[in-house]
């Protein structure tokens, strides 16, 4: 499960990238901008018990962009542990 603050880094890097979409699209409902942004992409979100509250492509298969994220993440796992 992710601890408070790495939800909240994960949340912060994701800010900049979503307002300017989601002011400029003012007529659509959230549940279609994230539509709009899964284009070709996937997204889940999840409540604290791990129950699906929405889902766009939830089971779509994707190859990871790069390599490295791969990489950064199992040597956070390592060094911050599971349940950090």
Do not use: C
Not at 23 to 29: F, R
Not at 67 to 76: C, D, E, V
Request: hydrophobic fraction near 55%.
């Amino acid at each position: 499960m992710l601890s408070a603050r790495i939800k909240a880094i994960i949340v912060s890097s994701l800010v900049p990238l979503l307002v300017p979409i989601l002011v400029w699209s003012k007529d659509l409902t959230w549940e279609d901008q994230v539509i709009a942004l899964a284009k070709g992409g996937a997204v889940l979100v999840a409540d604290g018990k791990n129950r699906s509250l929405f889902a766009v492509n939830a089971n779509k298969r994707l190859v990871p962009a790069s390599i490295l994220k791969i990489a950064t993440a199992a040597a956070a796992l390592h060094y911050l542990e599971p349940t950090h």
